[in-house]
C-alpha cells in the first residue's frame, strides 16, 4: 500500500514536477517573448520616431522652400518696375535660407536616390529663377510707370517658378505618402506587437493563474495595446496640429469637418468649434460647391486613397476667397470614413500670376509701340517688340528679332533728330524726340520717340528700350495751325508774320551772296469804295483777284505777301532799280485791267512804295518801313502813281515815327485834352448837348491839328486806347452836367479802326461803370461806312441795350441807305458839312440837305445840322425844319468851363418854342 502510495506520489510528484517544469518553461518563454515584445515596441518606436521626425523635418524644409518662393515672386512684383529686383525679391537672408534648406534636405534625402534626383533638379531650377525673375524686372523697367512687362520673359518666369512649385508638390506628396505608409506600419506593428506581447503575457501569467484572474490578465494586455497607440496617436496629433499648413479633415459623406490644425483656423479666420460647425462645402464659394460634390465622389469610388487636387477657391468664415493648392488621402478617422486634407494658402501667388497676366495684357494692348533691345559690344539688338510694334511699322516682330535697333525702325537718318537719338542711345542716357519714320510699304508717319536705358541693380546698362507713339494726326494738325498763323486765309498768301520770316531769310541770303533786293510796298486807292458800295463780298473777291494777278507777275524765290486790308508787299530778288520800277509799272497794268467783284466790274489803281537793299536799309523791318513811307507819300501825291524811297521821305518817316512815339505818350503825359462844341435845338434856341473832339498839345510838336494825328492814330492802331479815353473824359463831363441840366447829352466820335479792332460794346460798359453816368447822356457817333460793314449790327444792337444813343455821323458822304438806318433804330442823323456849306451857292446840295430833313421827320429820327457858319445857313436849316445845329456861327469848341457857362446861360434863357 505504502508503495502503491509511494509510487503515486511519486507519480504525483513527477507530475506535478512535469507540470512545474512545463508551466515553469512556458512561463520562462512567455517572459522572454513579452520581454523580446517590449524590446520590439521600444525598438519599433525608436525607429518610427527617427523615420517620422525625418519625414516631418523633411516636410518643414519643403514647406520652407515654398514660401520662400512665394514670398519671393511676391517682392518680385511689389518691385517689378523699379529695376531693383535683386535686392528686393532675392536678398541675402532669404538666399541663405534657401541654401541652408536645401543643404539640410541633401543629409535628409541622402538613402532615397529617387528624391536626391528631383532634389538635385529642384536645386538648379531654384538657381535659375532669379536670373529669370531679373529679366522679366529689367525689362518692366522700361516701360512708364511699370505698367508694361515683356511677356515672354514674364511667362518665362512664371513656368521656372512653376517648375519649382510642381517638384516641391512632387517632394512633399512623396513625403505625404510615406507618412501615410508609416501610420499604416505603425497600425500594423502596433496589432502584432500586441499579439506577441499578449502571448507572452498570457504565458507568463500561467505562473501568475493561481494569484490572479483571467479578467486582470485581459486588462494588462490591453492596457499595453493602448500604450502603444497612445504612443502613435500622440505623435500624429503632434505633427498634424504644429504642421504650418492648413489641414483638415471632413466625413466623405456629408462633408462635416472632423478636425482642423491651428493652421487651418488662423487660415479661415474661424475657431476649431467653428470649423466643426460646418461643412467642407461651405469652405467652397457657392457656384462651385455642385461640381465640387461630383468631385469628391469620383475619388471616393474610384479607390484612389489619395491625391492632389489642384488650385482651388477656398471662403474664409470672414467671407474672403483665397486660392489654396488642395492634396488629399482617404482614411478613417474617428468611426468615420473620411478625408484628410492639406490646403496650402497660394493666394499671393495666384494673384501675382494674374497681375502679370494683366500687366502682359496692358502691354499688348497699347497704341504704343514698344521695343526692347539688348546691349551688346557695343550695339542695340532688338530682343522683343510688342503687337503695337507690328500695327505701327508695318513691320512683323519675328522678322526685327536680332535686328538692329535704329535700322529696323526705319529711321530717317537725314533728320538730325535720328542723330541725336542715336547719340543718347550710345550715351546710356533718356532722350525724347520728335521722329519722321517709314513702314514697310514705304509710307511714311511722325512718331513722338522716347530712348531710354535699362540698369541692373549694379548701375550697368544691359537693355535699352524705345518707345514709339503715333503723333502723325497731332503733327498734321500743328501744321495747318501753323499755316493757318502764317497764311492769309482770303488769299493764301503768306500773311504779315509769315512776312517778316520771309524778308529775313531774303536778306540774309542776298547778304551773303552780295546781291540787291527790290522791296514794293502797294495799296488799293479805291477798295474802302467798293467794300462801301458792293459790299465785302464784293471786297473779298477783289482782294483774291489782285492776289492771284501779283502772284503771276512774280517768280521765285521772288514772292508775294497780304500786309493788311487791302496792302500787298512783293520782293523781287536781284533786281536793279530800272528793272524793279519796270515791274511794278507792270503791275499797275494788270491791277488796271476790269475785274468781277460780285455783279459788278471793278478796276483797281494801286499807289506803290519801292526800297531796294542795301541802299535804302540792311534789315527787313527797316526796308518794309522804308517801302511803306515811299508808299504813303505815293498816295498823297496821286492815285496810281510809284515813288521811290529818298531821302526827303526818311526825313518824313522819321517825323512821321517820332510823333508815333510822342502820340503814343500823350495820354501819360497829360498832354490830350478834350474841347466841347455845343449843339442847339432850333425849337427851343437852348443848348441841349455838346461834341467832344479831341486835341493834342504836344511839348514836341506844340499843338497838332486832329487831321495829322487822328489818321496818324488810326494808322498805328493807338486810336484804340485814345478813344476810350476820350470817352471816360467825355462820360464823367457828361455827369457834372448833368446835375445842372438832366438831359445833357454829350456826344463822342466812334472811329472806324477802334470800331473794327476792338470790342467798342464791352469798352462802353467798363468806361459807363467806372463813371457812374447815366447811359441817356451820352452820345455814339458812327460814320455810315461802319454801320454798313456785315458785322455792324450785332454791335450796334448791343450798343442799344446800354441806352447810350446812337447817331450817324457825316450823313449823305457815303452810300446812304434809309434800310439801314430804319434796321439800326438810331436816334440822330448828322448832315455832313459839305452839304451845309452848299445853301445859298448849289441848289443839288440845298436838295440834299431838304431831303434828309424830310427823311428825318417821315422815320422820326432827329437830324443835325454841322458845320453851320453862316446866318443864311441857319436860316435855310430853321425854315426847312432842321432839329439841331452846330458850327462856328453858333459856337467855338471851348474848355469844359465855358462849355458849363454855356449851358447855364442857355438853361437860364427864355425858350422860344
Same mark, same amino acid.
Given at each position: 500500500?505504502?508503495?502503491?502510495?509511494?509510487?503515486?506520489?511519486?507519480?504525483?510528484?513527477?507530475?506535478?514536477?512535469?507540470?512545474?517544469?512545463?508551466?515553469?518553461?512556458?512561463?520562462?518563454?512567455?517572459?522572454?517573448l513579452?520581454?523580446?515584445?517590449?524590446?520590439?515596441i521600444?525598438?519599433?518606436r525608436?525607429?518610427g520616431?527617427?523615420?517620422?521626425?525625418?519625414?516631418?523635418?523633411?516636410?518643414?524644409?519643403?514647406?520652407?522652400?515654398?514660401?520662400?518662393?512665394?514670398?519671393?515672386?511676391?517682392?518680385?512684383l511689389k518691385?517689378?518696375?523699379?529695376?531693383?529686383?535683386?535686392?528686393?525679391?532675392?536678398?541675402?537672408?532669404?538666399?541663405?535660407?534657401?541654401?541652408?534648406?536645401?543643404?539640410?534636405?541633401?543629409?535628409?534625402?541622402?538613402d532615397s536616390?529617387?528624391?536626391?534626383?528631383?532634389?538635385?533638379?529642384?536645386?538648379?531650377?531654384?538657381g535659375?529663377w532669379?536670373?529669370?525673375?531679373?529679366?522679366?524686372?529689367?525689362?518692366v523697367?522700361?516701360?512708364?510707370?511699370?505698367?508694361a512687362?515683356?511677356?515672354?520673359?514674364?511667362?518665362?518666369?512664371?513656368?521656372?517658378?512653376?517648375?519649382?512649385?510642381?517638384?516641391?508638390?512632387?517632394l512633399?506628396?512623396?513625403?505625404?505618402?510615406?507618412?501615410?505608409?508609416?501610420?499604416?506600419k505603425?497600425?500594423?506593428?502596433?496589432?502584432?506587437?500586441?499579439?506577441? %506581447? $499578449?502571448?507572452?503575457?498570457?504565458? +507568463?501569467?500561467?505562473l501568475l =493563474?493561481? #494569484? @490572479?484572474?483571467? !479578467?486582470?490578465r485581459? &486588462?494588462?494586455?490591453k492596457?499595453a495595446?493602448?500604450?502603444?497607440?497612445?504612443?502613435a496617436?500622440k505623435?500624429?496629433?503632434?505633427y498634424?496640429?504644429q504642421?504650418?499648413?492648413?489641414? %483638415? $479633415?471632413?466625413?466623405?459623406?456629408? +462633408?462635416?469637418?472632423?478636425? =482642423?490644425? #491651428? @493652421?487651418?483656423? !488662423?487660415?479661415?479666420? &474661424?475657431?476649431?468649434?467653428?470649423?466643426?460647425?460646418?461643412?467642407?462645402?461651405?469652405?467652397?464659394?457657392?457656384?462651385?460647391?455642385?461640381?465640387?460634390?461630383?468631385?469628391?465622389?469620383?475619388?471616393?469610388?474610384?479607390?484612389?486613397g489619395?491625391?492632389?487636387?489642384?488650385i482651388?477657391?477656398?471662403r474664409?468664415?470672414?467671407?474672403?476667397?483665397?486660392?489654396?493648392?488642395?492634396?488629399?488621402?482617404l482614411?478613417?478617422?474617428?468611426g468615420?470614413?473620411?478625408?484628410?486634407?492639406?490646403?496650402?494658402?497660394?493666394?499671393?501667388?495666384?494673384?501675382?500670376?494674374?497681375?502679370?497676366?494683366?500687366?502682359?495684357?496692358?502691354?499688348?494692348?497699347?497704341?504704343?509701340?514698344?521695343?526692347?533691345?539688348?546691349?551688346?559690344?557695343?550695339?542695340?539688338?532688338i530682343?522683343?517688340?510688342?503687337?503695337?510694334?507690328?500695327?505701327?511699322?508695318?513691320?512683323r516682330?519675328?522678322?526685327?528679332?536680332?535686328?538692329?535697333?535704329?535700322?529696323?525702325?526705319?529711321?530717317?537718318?537725314?533728320?538730325?533728330?535720328?542723330?541725336?537719338?542715336?547719340?543718347?542711345?550710345?550715351?546710356?542716357?533718356?532722350?525724347?524726340?520728335?521722329?519722321?519714320?517709314?513702314?514697310?510699304?514705304?509710307s511714311?508717319?511722325?512718331?513722338?520717340?522716347?530712348?531710354?536705358?535699362?540698369?541692373?541693380?549694379?548701375?550697368?546698362?544691359?537693355?535699352?528700350?524705345?518707345?514709339?507713339?503715333?503723333?502723325?494726326?497731332?503733327?498734321?494738325?500743328?501744321?495747318?495751325?501753323?499755316?493757318?498763323?502764317?497764311?492769309?486765309?482770303?488769299?493764301?498768301?503768306?500773311?504779315?508774320?509769315?512776312?517778316?520770316?520771309?524778308?529775313?531769310?531774303?536778306?540774309?541770303?542776298?547778304?551773303?551772296?552780295?546781291?540787291?533786293l527790290?522791296f514794293?510796298?502797294?495799296?488799293?486807292?479805291?477798295?474802302?469804295?467798293?467794300?462801301?458800295?458792293?459790299?465785302?463780298?464784293?471786297?473779298?473777291?477783289?482782294?483774291?483777284?489782285v492776289?492771284?494777278?501779283?502772284?503771276?507777275?512774280?517768280?521765285?524765290?521772288?514772292?508775294?505777301a497780304?500786309?493788311?486790308?487791302?496792302?500787298?508787299v512783293?520782293?523781287?530778288?536781284?533786281?536793279?532799280?530800272?528793272?524793279?520800277?519796270?515791274?511794278?509799272r507792270?503791275?499797275?497794268?494788270?491791277?488796271?485791267q476790269?475785274?468781277?467783284?460780285?455783279d459788278?466790274?471793278?478796276?483797281?489803281?494801286?499807289?506803290?512804295g519801292?526800297?531796294?537793299?542795301?541802299?535804302?536799309?540792311?534789315?527787313?523791318?527797316?526796308?518794309?518801313?522804308?517801302?511803306?513811307?515811299a508808299?504813303?507819300?505815293?498816295?498823297?501825291?496821286?492815285?496810281?502813281?510809284?515813288q521811290?524811297?529818298?531821302?526827303?521821305?526818311?526825313?518824313?518817316?522819321?517825323?512821321?515815327?517820332?510823333?508815333?512815339?510822342?502820340?503814343?505818350?500823350?495820354?501819360?503825359?497829360n498832354?490830350l485834352?478834350?474841347?466841347?462844341?455845343?449843339?442847339?435845338?432850333?425849337?427851343?434856341?437852348?443848348?441841349?448837348?455838346?461834341?467832344?473832339?479831341?486835341?493834342?498839345?504836344?511839348?514836341?510838336?506844340?499843338?497838332v491839328?486832329?487831321?495829322?494825328?487822328?489818321?496818324?492814330?488810326?494808322?498805328?492802331?493807338?486810336?484804340?486806347?485814345?478813344?476810350?479815353?476820350?470817352l471816360?473824359?467825355?462820360?464823367?463831363?457828361?455827369?457834372?452836367?448833368?446835375?445842372?441840366?438832366?438831359?445833357?447829352?454829350?456826344?463822342?466820335?466812334v472811329?472806324?479802326?477802334?470800331?473794327?479792332?476792338?470790342?467798342?460794346?464791352?469798352?462802353?460798359?467798363?468806361?459807363?461803370?467806372?463813371?457812374?453816368?447815366?447811359?441817356?447822356?451820352?452820345?455814339?457817333?458812327?460814320?455810315?461806312?461802319?454801320?454798313?460793314?456785315?458785322?455792324?449790327?450785332?454791335?450796334?444792337?448791343?450798343?442799344?441795350?446800354?441806352?447810350?444813343?446812337?447817331?450817324?455821323?457825316?450823313?449823305?458822304?457815303?452810300?446812304?441807305?434809309?434800310?439801314?438806318?430804319?434796321?439800326?433804330m438810331?436816334d440822330?442823323?448828322?448832315?455832313?458839312?459839305?452839304?451845309?456849306?452848299?445853301?445859298?451857292c448849289s441848289?443839288?446840295?440845298?436838295?440834299?440837305?431838304?431831303?434828309?430833313?424830310?427823311?428825318?421827320?417821315?422815320?422820326?429820327?432827329?437830324?443835325?445840322?454841322?458845320?453851320?457858319?453862316?446866318?443864311?445857313?441857319?436860316?435855310?436849316?430853321?425854315?426847312?425844319?432842321?432839329d439841331?445845329?452846330?458850327?462856328?456861327?453858333?459856337?467855338?469848341?471851348?474848355r469844359?468851363?465855358?462849355a458849363?457857362?454855356?449851358?447855364?446861360?442857355?438853361?437860364?434863357?427864355?425858350s422860344?418854342?
Amino acid at each position: 500500500m505504502f508503495h502503491l502510495r509511494l509510487r503515486t506520489l511519486i507519480s504525483w510528484s513527477r507530475r506535478r514536477f512535469a507540470t512545474t517544469l512545463v508551466l515553469a518553461t512556458l512561463s520562462a518563454s512567455g517572459l522572454c517573448l513579452a520581454a523580446l515584445a517590449a524590446v520590439s515596441i521600444t525598438v519599433d518606436r525608436d525607429i518610427g520616431e527617427r523615420e517620422l521626425r525625418r519625414a516631418l523635418d523633411v516636410g518643414s524644409e519643403l514647406e520652407l522652400l515654398v514660401d520662400l518662393h512665394l514670398a519671393a515672386n511676391t517682392d518680385f512684383l511689389k518691385g517689378v518696375g523699379s529695376a531693383t529686383f535683386e535686392s528686393r525679391a532675392w536678398p541675402i537672408a532669404r538666399a541663405v535660407m534657401v541654401a541652408r534648406a536645401y543643404n539640410h534636405l541633401d543629409a535628409l534625402l541622402a538613402d532615397s536616390p529617387a528624391a536626391a534626383e528631383k532634389l538635385a533638379e529642384l536645386r538648379r531650377l531654384s538657381g535659375e529663377w532669379p536670373k529669370a525673375l531679373q529679366d522679366a524686372a529689367a525689362n518692366v523697367a522700361l516701360a512708364s510707370h511699370g505698367t508694361a512687362v515683356d511677356s515672354g520673359r514674364l511667362l518665362l518666369a512664371n513656368a521656372s517658378l512653376k517648375s519649382i512649385m510642381d517638384i516641391l508638390a512632387l517632394l512633399r506628396s512623396d513625403e505625404r505618402e510615406l507618412i501615410a505608409s508609416m501610420q499604416e506600419k505603425a497600425q500594423s506593428q502596433i496589432l502584432k506587437q500586441r499579439i506577441a %506581447l $499578449i502571448v507572452g503575457l498570457a504565458a +507568463g501569467m500561467l505562473l501568475l =493563474a493561481f #494569484a @490572479a484572474s483571467s !479578467r486582470h490578465r485581459s &486588462a494588462l494586455a490591453k492596457n499595453a495595446a493602448r500604450i502603444v497607440a497612445d504612443e502613435a496617436q500622440k505623435r500624429f496629433s503632434q505633427y498634424f496640429d504644429q504642421h504650418p499648413v492648413a489641414m %483638415l $479633415i471632413f466625413d466623405v459623406g456629408n +462633408g462635416a469637418i472632423l478636425t =482642423a490644425n #491651428a @493652421a487651418a483656423q !488662423r487660415q479661415y479666420r &474661424a475657431t476649431l468649434e467653428q470649423l466643426n460647425a460646418l461643412t467642407i462645402f461651405d469652405l467652397r464659394p457657392a457656384e462651385e460647391v455642385a461640381n465640387f460634390r461630383l468631385d469628391l465622389a469620383g475619388y471616393v469610388q474610384s479607390g484612389a486613397g489619395s491625391g492632389a487636387g489642384g488650385i482651388r477657391r477656398h471662403r474664409r468664415l470672414d467671407g474672403d476667397v483665397i486660392f489654396v493648392d488642395v492634396s488629399f488621402h482617404l482614411l478613417s478617422f474617428g468611426g468615420h470614413e473620411a478625408c484628410f486634407i492639406t490646403a496650402h494658402d497660394v493666394t499671393a501667388h495666384e494673384n501675382a500670376k494674374e497681375q502679370l497676366h494683366l500687366r502682359s495684357r496692358a502691354l499688348e494692348a497699347t497704341r504704343d509701340a514698344i521695343v526692347i533691345s539688348h546691349l551688346s559690344c557695343g550695339s542695340h539688338r532688338i530682343t522683343y517688340a510688342n503687337t503695337a510694334f507690328e500695327r505701327l511699322t508695318g513691320r512683323r516682330v519675328a522678322d526685327v528679332l536680332g535686328a538692329q535697333t535704329q535700322a529696323a525702325l526705319g529711321w530717317d537718318r537725314a533728320m538730325p533728330e535720328t542723330g541725336s537719338l542715336t547719340h543718347a542711345m550710345r550715351g546710356n542716357v533718356e532722350a525724347s524726340r520728335l521722329l519722321k519714320m517709314s513702314r514697310s510699304n514705304g509710307s511714311t508717319f511722325w512718331s513722338d520717340t522716347y530712348v531710354g536705358p535699362i540698369l541692373d541693380d549694379h548701375g550697368r546698362v544691359t537693355h535699352s528700350i524705345t518707345v514709339l507713339s503715333d503723333v502723325t494726326e497731332r503733327v498734321r494738325h500743328q501744321e495747318q495751325l501753323k499755316r493757318q498763323a502764317l497764311e492769309d486765309p482770303l488769299t493764301g498768301l503768306p500773311n504779315r508774320l509769315a512776312l517778316g520770316e520771309l524778308f529775313d531769310h531774303a536778306v540774309r541770303i542776298a547778304r551773303r551772296n552780295g546781291d540787291r533786293l527790290g522791296f514794293i510796298f502797294l495799296d488799293l486807292d479805291n477798295f474802302k469804295d467798293v467794300n462801301d458800295s458792293l459790299g465785302h463780298a464784293a471786297g473779298d473777291d477783289v482782294l483774291r483777284e489782285v492776289s492771284r494777278r501779283l502772284e503771276s507777275s512774280v517768280t521765285p524765290p521772288g514772292f508775294v505777301a497780304r500786309y493788311a486790308g487791302d496792302e500787298f508787299v512783293v520782293l523781287l530778288p536781284g533786281r536793279s532799280q530800272d528793272e524793279c520800277l519796270a515791274h511794278a509799272r507792270q503791275i499797275a497794268t494788270l491791277l488796271a485791267q476790269p475785274m468781277k467783284a460780285a455783279d459788278a466790274t471793278v478796276v483797281s489803281v494801286a499807289s506803290m512804295g519801292v526800297a531796294f537793299f542795301p541802299d535804302h536799309g540792311s534789315d527787313a523791318e527797316t526796308l518794309l518801313r522804308a517801302a511803306d513811307a515811299a508808299m504813303y507819300r505815293s498816295k498823297s501825291l496821286h492815285a496810281g502813281s510809284i515813288q521811290v524811297f529818298d531821302p526827303e521821305i526818311a526825313a518824313a518817316e522819321t517825323a512821321r515815327s517820332a510823333m508815333v512815339k510822342a502820340l503814343g505818350l500823350a495820354i501819360a503825359k497829360n498832354e490830350l485834352f478834350v474841347l466841347y462844341q455845343p449843339k442847339i435845338c432850333l425849337r427851343t434856341r437852348r443848348v441841349e448837348g455838346f461834341e467832344a473832339l479831341l486835341r493834342w498839345q504836344s511839348k514836341e510838336f506844340g499843338l497838332v491839328n486832329p487831321a495829322q494825328f487822328i489818321p496818324l492814330a488810326e494808322s498805328t492802331g493807338l486810336i484804340v486806347q485814345i478813344g476810350e479815353w476820350v470817352l471816360e473824359q467825355a462820360c464823367r463831363q457828361a455827369g457834372e452836367w448833368a446835375r445842372l441840366s438832366p438831359f445833357v447829352v454829350v456826344a463822342v466820335n466812334v472811329s472806324p479802326v477802334q470800331f473794327e479792332r476792338s470790342d467798342v460794346p464791352a469798352m462802353v460798359a467798363r468806361v459807363l461803370e467806372r463813371s457812374r453816368v447815366d447811359p441817356r447822356n451820352i452820345e455814339l457817333e458812327i460814320t455810315e461806312s461802319t454801320l454798313m460793314a456785315p458785322g455792324a449790327l450785332p454791335s450796334l444792337q448791343a450798343l442799344r441795350r446800354l441806352d447810350v444813343s446812337i447817331a450817324i455821323d457825316d450823313f449823305g458822304t457815303g452810300f446812304s441807305s434809309l434800310g439801314y438806318v430804319r434796321s439800326f433804330m438810331v436816334d440822330r442823323v448828322k448832315l455832313d458839312m459839305s452839304f451845309v456849306r452848299g445853301i445859298g451857292c448849289s441848289r443839288a446840295d440845298e436838295v440834299i440837305v431838304k431831303a434828309v430833313i424830310a427823311m428825318g421827320q417821315a422815320l422820326d429820327i432827329r437830324v443835325v445840322a454841322e458845320g453851320v457858319e453862316t446866318a443864311d445857313q441857319l436860316d435855310y436849316l430853321i425854315d426847312n425844319g432842321c432839329d439841331e445845329v452846330q458850327g462856328f456861327w453858333l459856337g467855338c469848341p471851348m474848355r469844359p468851363e465855358l462849355a458849363e457857362i454855356s449851358l447855364m446861360q442857355s438853361a437860364l434863357a427864355p425858350s422860344v418854342a
